[in-house]
């Protein structure tokens, strides 16, 4: 069966300082990968995807990076935190079939001060 | 305009009512629906996928879509405690959309 992790779990970050988040799924090959970002009360904003190793799509221009080394494993990173990054972090995979759904991650808690 | 729209509640219902869900959407390009369940501080999980307007029944939970209208509905029969969370609707074309999520408290 297929798995997906996050870490860290929680993150307390001062402004201006770099962040990495790492996400990696198990059990699947060649998956999509999704990162989104919950703030309270808005709903899931979807940040970046990813449909292949070293391709990433852009969804919202912002202080965020994605990248994808490896088939299975998706990174978040920023060069600068500001505060307005703080909230709850998800990455998600789905097959590459276009029926198919997304499964979500644990999520980090990141909060920037 | 939103291209999802869900009210955020809060709805408190007792152990045992029926829970009412619903969603509205305007792309007529959405083909997919589904409902995710998320307990707090916690990702969404998978809860009832559907693709075709009707009903879906899986357990005490039904999901509705009636894309003439462009609206879905989730439905918990005999809720439980445990049913309290946040119920996010989504739906795709390429990518996928999400309402804004109802939180549900099930009161013992």
């Known amino acids: 069966s297929q798995t997906i992790h996050q870490w860290p779990a929680t993150l307390v970050q001062p402004v201006g300082s770099p962040l990495s988040l790492e996400c990696t799924v198990e059990g699947t090959s060649n998956p999509n990968l999704y990162w989104y970002r919950q703030a309270a009360g808005r709903g899931l904003q979807l940040l970046f995807y990813s449909v292949g190793i070293g391709q990433i799509s852009s969804e919202v221009p912002q202080n965020l990076s994605a990248s994808r080394p490896q088939d299975r494993q998706f990174i978040l990173s920023s060069k600068k935190l500001l505060l307005s990054d703080s909230g709850f972090y998800l990455c998600?995979?789905?097959?590459?079939?276009?029926?198919?759904?997304?499964?979500f991650g644990p999520g980090t808690r990141l909060t920037v001060l | 305009q939103k291209e999802v729209e869900q009210d955020p509640g809060p709805l408190s219902v007792p152990e045992g009512a029926i829970v009412s869900l619903n969603c509205t959407y305007s792309?007529?390009?959405?083909?997919?629906f589904m409902w995710y369940r998320q307990y707090s501080r916690k990702g969404p999980e998978l809860l009832m996928y559907t693709y075709s307007s009707g009903n879906k029944e899986d357990g005490r939970f039904t999901a509705q879509v009636d894309k003439s209208s462009k609206y879905i509905s989730l439905f918990i029969r005999d809720s439980q405690p445990s049913d309290s969370a946040t119920y996010l609707c989504a739906m795709n074309d390429y990518k996928l959309s999400f309402g804004a999520g109802t939180t549900v408290t099930v009161r013992a």
């Open positions: 792309n007529s390009a959405f083909q997919y």
């Open positions: 998600a995979w789905k097959t590459s079939f276009a029926t198919d759904t997304q499964y």
